[in-house]
């Protein structure tokens, strides 16, 4: 199968002879641990430079959120996303006796936990060939969260 580059649309052309302005950015380096599901273990930290964008695009729950970019090679050609805690949040976090670290890394333990379970009832479902029964499991392409999709069925859900 042959591979071709993407094509660039005309009014993308036409920009790169004229300078194009840059969003502001805070330049950080950021210390990054990834958690291995398989051998319940955080890897050593590394540290990677990020171009954070300085306008917040998200504020809920217990934190805001910036885009930000790297040219790290493990981390370059995709946006991603840095999620800061609230102040009132660190108070809360203070309060149950943890610190931000833990609590940091225990909602990415819980994230992988439900990806982990997803992949493996998504294989499980192909490999029996119910597809048709179960519906297929799906990932958001821009959150890379695990969804699933399912025929609706009319009634009262108790």
């Not at 309060?95 to 333990?109: H, Y």
């Amino acid at each position: 199968m042959k591979k071709f580059p993407k094509s660039l649309p005309v009014t993308a052309m036409l920009k790169l002879g004229k300078p194009i302005s840059e969003t502001e950015s805070l330049d950080e380096t950021i210390e990054i641990s990834t958690f291995n599901i398989d051998e319940m273990v955080w890897s050593a930290p590394v540290s990677v430079h990020f171009a954070i964008e300085k306008e917040e695009f998200g504020r809920g729950g217990f934190g805001l959120a910036r885009k930000d970019t790297s040219n790290s090679p493990h981390f370059k050609w995709k946006t991603y996303v840095v999620k800061y805690f609230l102040p009132g949040t660190k108070d809360i976090i203070t309060q149950l006796g943890e610190t931000e670290m833990d609590d940091a890394r225990k909602s990415v333990q819980m994230h992988s936990l439900a990806k982990h379970f997803a992949e493996q009832i998504s294989a499980k479902v192909q490999k029996d060939g119910n597809e048709d029964v179960f519906g297929k499991a799906f990932r958001i392409k821009e959150t890379n969260e695990i969804v699933t999709i399912e025929e609706y069925a009319a009634g009262d859900f108790v």
